[in-house]
């Protein structure tokens, strides 16, 4: 019985200041800054409040892979965990059935009044109304 034994060459490191290539996502999430100004966990996840717990997940899969501070070079780490932990906030919330009917009572509903009353105020100095009064 012989014994192979591989050469050295098999077994060689990459020569120091070799330009090594991995799939980075950095321009796409520096570009992606509408979670950053998300104002809910639906825009976090880029969904509408009537997204079904299939489309939640596939979303959060999608820019979970997207935005993982890991898959960046270490200038845009910093900006990609923010993210990350935006979308993950947003998916531990919306993935659970009970968190997320609490999230849409607290937070939906005071986003459609806020709104709703924003739109009531809408008006101009000129009035239909008697002056004065």
Sequence with gaps: MSLLIPSP??????????????P????????????DNARNHYE????APT?????IKKSFYNLSKS???DLHE???RRTAAKR???????????????????YDQ??????HTTMHVHAQRKGSYASTGPAGG
């Design 9 to 22: 060459s098999a077994f060689h490191a990459p020569q120091p200041g070799a330009n090594i290539r991995r």
């Design 84 to 102: 990350f932990m935006r979308i993950s906030e947003a998916y531990s919330i919306l993935s659970s059935p009970t968190k997320r009917a609490k």
């Design 24 to 35: 980075f996502h950095s321009t796409a999430a520096r570009r992606d800054a509408t979670i």
């Design 106 to 111: 607290d937070h939906m509903n005071l986003a």
């Design 67 to 69: 935005h993982h501070p």
């Design 74 to 76: 270490a200038s845009a």
């Design 51 to 55: 997204a079904s717990a299939a489309e």
């Design 44 to 47: 976090t996840l880029k969904l």
